[in-house]
């Protein structure tokens, strides 16, 4: 069963503070990889996306990492701010060109505190 | 600037009513999708559609219609509304953006059923 699992479920850490978010999936076959903040009350935006091929790729103070034979992705927020406060959803597709079916986990709930 | 709408914001609404949420976008593409959030949970997939005049359903079941007439317009309606249809709901399109396979949220639309 593909399937796309996040840890931790939540996440609380004080403003410029680094941390790290898990994603680990077993979607078959995998096309892409990709992360999504949603604030609270709002619709997901992308903030980064990775193939097959790429093991890391950043998007200013974020960092997602990519390892498609552990089937694990990171993402890696540095120097963290009050605005970083949202969900994070991992997204994983099966098939990139054809625009495949998207699994969606259950995302992190990450608060920053002053 | 290419984006897509969703209204209202914010509904709420008696049981029993009818109730129709509207999604645009103007970014051409031709795949829309809608789906259900509660709160910390995952997306569920209730309907998409592939073009005009496209309709599936999706994952979750759903209680709920949609017409696809123009490409940019797909609209999700609920014949009766009951407490158990309080959500919020997505709408997405989805094409070729940022080099590759992306989809666009919607700000969402937040449903209380009293």
């Known amino acids: 069963k593909n399937q796309v699992e996040q840890s931790p479920q939540s996440l609380i850490i004080l403003e410029g503070k680094n941390c790290t978010l898990q994603?680990?999936?077993?979607?078959?076959?995998?096309?892409?990889l990709r992360w999504y903040k949603q604030d609270t009350g709002r619709g997901p935006v992308s903030l980064t996306i990775?193939?097959?091929?790429?093991n890391t790729k950043s998007n200013g103070r974020y960092t997602a990492t990519l390892d498609a034979d552990t089937k694990q992705s990171s993402l890696h927020i540095t120097a963290s701010q009050l605005s970083d406060s949202a969900s994070y959803i991992c997204v994983v597709s099966d098939r990139g060109s054809t625009l495949g079916r998207l699994y969606f986990g259950r995302g992190t709930q990450l608060t920053v505190w002053p | 600037e290419a984006d897509i709408y969703q209204t209202p914001r914010y509904l709420v609404i008696g049981t029993g009513k009818k109730i129709t949420l509207e999604c645009s976008q103007t970014?051409?593409?031709?795949?829309m999708y809608w789906y259900q959030q509660d709160p910390g949970m995952e997306l569920h997939l209730i309907h998409y559609?592939?073009?005009?005049?496209?309709?599936e359903k999706g994952d979750l079941s759903s209680e709920s219609t949609v017409s696809r007439i123009r490409t940019e317009h797909f609209p999700l309606t609920l014949e009766s509304a009951r407490p158990s249809h309080t959500s919020q709901y997505l709408c997405a399109c989805r094409g070729l953006g940022e080099g590759t396979d992306t989809q666009y949220f919607g700000p969402g639309t937040r449903l209380t059923v009293l």
């Open positions: 970014m051409g593409h031709d795949k």
């Open positions: 994603c680990n999936y077993t979607v078959s076959p995998f096309s892409n």
């Open positions: 559609s592939y073009g005009v005049n496209s309709t």
């Open positions: 990775m193939t097959f091929s790429e």
